[in-house]
Structure formats: C-alpha cells, structure tokens
C-alpha cells in the first residue's frame, strides 16, 4: 500500500521567511496530493492540492510542486506571516483512500 | 452549505461506559471517514465507508469499536466499553468519492475517558 513520508517534523522561521515542507510517496499510482494546515484546537482544512498532470500550483503565498518520476510533493510558504504557525499534513491518493504524512509543526517567529 | 457536523464536540466519561459519536456528511458526498488523533500516533484511520457500505475497518483498534452507516447522510462511531487509552480527538471527514478526492473534516469530538 501506500506510504507518504514528511519532513521536517519541525520547522522554525522568521516572520517574512520562506518556509519549504518536502513529502515522499512509494505508490506509483498516486495521482492526488491535498495538502492541510491544522490550527492548534482546530480541524485539518485543505489549503491546496495538485493532481499528478501538473508540476506546479500556486495560491497566492503558498504554491506545490509534485515530481512524479521521483515521486516527492512540496509545499512551499513565501513572505511567512505568525497565523501560518500551524501543523501542516499532506497526502497522496491513488487507488486507496489518502494515506496522511505524520505532520510538519511550523513555527513563524515574529 | 453546512460541512461536516459533528457531535457531541466534547464528552468526557467514566471507564466503562459506552460512547457514541456522531456524524452529518456534506450533501452529496458518498464516502466518509472515520480518523483518530492523539500527539502520540497522530492522525490514524479507523473506518471508511462508500455508499453506506464500510469498506475498510483495518484501522479499528479492537471489538470496542464499532461503526454504522445507517442511511447516505449519517454515520455513528461507538466505543463499548470506553478505556482511558481511547481518550483523544475523533474526527470524521467526508469526500465525493473513496479516492483522488479531498476530504472535508468536521471539527471533531474531544474525548476523555476517565
């Protein structure tokens, strides 16, 4: 089945940095990659996805990058403000339901 | 539109007692999920459903757990008898579809077994 691994599972930055998410899938299959942000006490809300016939996506600060060959995802966050500070999950789907990463806890340091 | 209702939001009870949670689908949606979360193995799936029919409860801890799917729009998660290591936040997500679809997440039960 499939396995999505995330990293890092911390991330600290300075207001206005750039911060980066990276995930891996094994599953060839996977042609779906939500990403959610989960505010402390809050449910897991999808900011933005891509499906496997486009490279990149991007909304406003906040774009993904999929390389299907080497079958990794990325999120980045341009211009970080301090209500990025959330966990941020992502996923991928294929012929099975999403399989979630473990989360990345990021951390914008005004 | 209304998402996905949950309820109660939190429920706090004694060890031993049965527990039910509960769960409104968005309209139109024909797969839910049942997920659990705790800071220790994160988010996990317990159960999920398409069209009513539960397809995969791989995830459901042992017998305790259970789930229904009782008609297209509602779904019940019960724990009995409830142990205090089934203390965490339970949340249920519903999609278009099984797969290659988002899912959208209620704002989840917060539960405490004491």
């Known amino acids: 089945g499939e396995n999505v691994e995330q990293h890092p599972s911390t991330l600290s930055v300075q207001e206005g940095d750039s911060a980066v998410i990276k995930c891996t899938y094994s599953d060839s299959a996977s042609n779906y990659f939500p990403w959610y942000k989960q505010e402390l006490g809050k449910r897991p809300q999808l900011i933005i996805d891509i499906r496997s016939n486009v490279g990149e996506k991007k909304d406003q600060r906040i774009a993904v990058t999929l390389n299907k060959t080497a079958k990794h995802f990325s999120l980045h966050i341009t211009e970080t403000q301090p209500e990025d500070s959330a966990v941020y999950f992502c996923?991928?789907?294929?012929?099975?339901?999403?399989?979630f990463g473990k989360g990345t806890r990021l951390s914008v340091i005004a | 539109d209304a998402g996905v209702i949950q309820s109660p939001r939190h429920e706090v009870t004694e060890m031993g007692q049965e527990v039910t949670l509960r769960c409104k689908l968005i309209s139109g949606h024909n797969s839910l999920f049942w997920y659990r979360q705790t800071m220790m193995r994160g988010l996990e799936l317990l159960i999920y459903?398409?069209?009513?029919?539960?397809?995969?409860d791989s995830g459901m801890p042992e017998d305790r757990f259970s789930a229904k799917m009782p008609n297209a729009s509602f779904s019940t998660l019960k724990i009995q008898p409830s142990e205090p290591r089934d203390s965490a936040v339970y949340f249920c997500a519903s999609s278009l579809a099984a797969d290659n679809q988002p899912q959208h997440f209620g704002d989840g039960t917060r539960l405490s077994i004491l």
């Open positions: 459903f398409n069209n009513n029919v539960p397809i995969d």
């Open positions: 996923a991928a789907s294929g012929n099975t339901p999403l399989v």
